[in-house]
């Protein structure tokens, strides 16, 4: 069983920069992709970036791109999400998840297990 836990959240100033961290404990595999995803209140829960295991492509958001880095040290099986020039619509609960790839990173259906998310708020 994958279990996934979120840290590294919080509430920052416009223009400030957070690292969020994602513990994956259990088996992953090369096919799989590992992503963030965020859900604003009242909004629909959308992918913000992916990497894939097997070959490190890494899909982010429009809205994030040139901003956000995602990148992941397998030696500790962390997930990372580096976030620089935050805005106050970057806003959200932010969700680790992980899955076999099933060629649409942004689709969160496409995705078995998931952490219990961490609290982003940017401030103006």
């Not at 590294?8 to 920069?17: K, L, P, T």
């Not at 961290?21 to 992918?47: H, L, P, T």
């Not at 609960?93 to 076999?100: L, N």
């Amino acid at each position: 069983q994958v279990q996934l836990v979120e840290s590294g959240g919080g509430s920052v100033q416009a223009g400030e920069s957070l690292r969020l961290s994602c513990a994956v404990s259990g088996k992953i595999y090369i096919n799989y992709d590992m992503a963030w995803f965020r859900q604003a209140v009242g909004k629909e829960r959308e992918g913000v970036a992916a990497i894939y295991l097997g070959g490190g492509s890494r899909h982010y958001l429009d809205s994030v791109d040139g901003r956000f880095t995602i990148s992941r040290d397998a030696a500790s099986n962390t997930l990372y999400l580096q976030m620089n020039n935050l805005k106050p619509e970057d806003t959200a609960v932010y969700y680790c998840a992980t899955g076999p790839s099933s060629g649409n990173w942004h689709v969160a259906s496409g995705y078995v297990y998931w952490g219990q998310g961490t609290q982003v708020t940017v401030s103006s």
